[in-house]
C-alpha cells in the first residue's frame, strides 16, 4: 500500500531561518509526492508536485521540496521562513486517482 | 478554491439523524473526493467518484453514502450521525492528467465543520 509518514507533529523556527518539513514514503512503483498547506480555518492549498525529473521541486510561496529515492524521502524547505507560513503542512503520495496523507505537521514560525 | 463550494459550512446536529453534505463545482471535472480530518490522523477518504452515478469507497467508508446525479454535485450522506462523526468535511476535486501544469493533484473546497451532539 502507498503511504507517507510526517515523523514531527510540530516544528519550531525564528523568522528568517531555514525550514524543514519531513516527508518519507512507501509506495510500489514510482512514487508520485505532493505537499499541501492548511492556513486555520481553511481548506487545504496545493503547494507542489513531484513527478519525475529533477529531484529538487520548485513551489509557491517560496518552497521548494526535495526527492530522495535512496532515503525514500521528500522533504519540504523554505531558505527563509516568515511569520506568515505558521499554518498546517500535509505530505500526500498518489496511487490510482486518490490520495493518501501524512498526518500533519504544524509549523510555528516565531518573530 | 477551484471553484469549489461545500454547503452548509457549519452544522450542528443530534445523534440519530440523517444529515447530508454537498459539494459543488463550477468546471465539470470528472474525479470528486470526500475526506475527514482530525487531529493526529491528517485526512482520509471517505468515498470518491469518478463519474455521475459511479463512487467507490475509501478507507473510512462506514456509517456514509454518497450520490452523484450531476457531474457538478457530490453528496455525503450520514445515515444516522453518531458522535465519532463530528469532523471537518472536505471535498476535493482531481484535475485530469494531461492537462499540462497538472497530474491528479487535488483542489480542495473550504470544508464543512460538522458536530453530532
Known amino acids: 500500500a502507498q503511504s507517507v509518514a510526517q515523523p514531527e507533529d510540530q516544528v519550531n523556527v525564528a523568522e528568517g531561518n531555514p525550514l524543514t518539513v519531513k516527508c518519507t514514503y512507501s509506495?510500489?512503483?514510482?512514487?508520485?509526492l505532493f505537499w499541501y498547506v492548511q492556513y486555520p480555518n481553511r481548506g487545504l492549498q496545493f503547494l507542489l508536485k513531484?513527478?519525475?525529473?529533477?529531484?529538487l521541486v520548485k513551489g509557491s510561496y517560496g518552497f521548494e521540496a526535495e526527492f530522495n529515492k535512496s532515503q525514500t524521502s521528500f522533504h519540504l524547505k523554505k531558505p527563509s521562513a516568515l511569520v506568515s507560513d505558521s499554518a498546517l503542512y500535509f505530505c500526500?503520495?498518489?496511487?490510482?486517482?486518490?490520495?493518501?496523507f501524512g498526518a500533519g505537521t504544524t509549523v510555528t514560525v516565531r518573530a | 478554491d477551484a471553484g469549489i463550494t461545500q454547503s452548509p459550512r457549519h452544522k450542528v446536529t443530534e445523534t440519530g439523524t440523517p444529515v447530508t453534505l454537498r459539494c459543488h463545482q463550477t468546471?465539470?471535472?470528472?474525479?470528486m473526493y470526500w475526506y475527514r480530518q482530525d487531529p493526529g490522523h491528517g485526512l482520509r477518504l471517505i468515498h470518491y467518484?469518478?463519474?455521475?452515478?459511479?463512487?467507490d469507497k475509501g478507507e473510512v467508508s462506514d456509517g456514509y453514502s454518497v450520490s452523484r446525479s450531476k457531474t457538478e454535485d457530490f453528496l455525503l450522506t450520514l445515515e444516522s450521525a453518531t458522535s465519532s462523526q463530528t469532523s471537518v468535511y472536505f471535498c476535493?476535486?482531481?484535475?485530469?492528467?494531461?492537462?499540462?501544469?497538472?497530474?491528479?493533484?487535488?483542489?480542495f473546497g473550504p470544508g464543512t465543520r460538522l458536530t453530532v451532539l
Open positions: 476535493a476535486i482531481s484535475v485530469p492528467a494531461g492537462t499540462p501544469s497538472s497530474y491528479n493533484e487535488q483542489f
Open positions: 509506495v510500489s512503483g514510482n512514487p508520485y
Open positions: 467518484s469518478y463519474g455521475v452515478k459511479d463512487t
Open positions: 468546471e465539470n471535472h470528472r474525479y
Open positions: 500526500a503520495v498518489r496511487y490510482d486517482y486518490k490520495l493518501s
Open positions: 513531484y513527478i519525475t525529473g529533477d529531484n
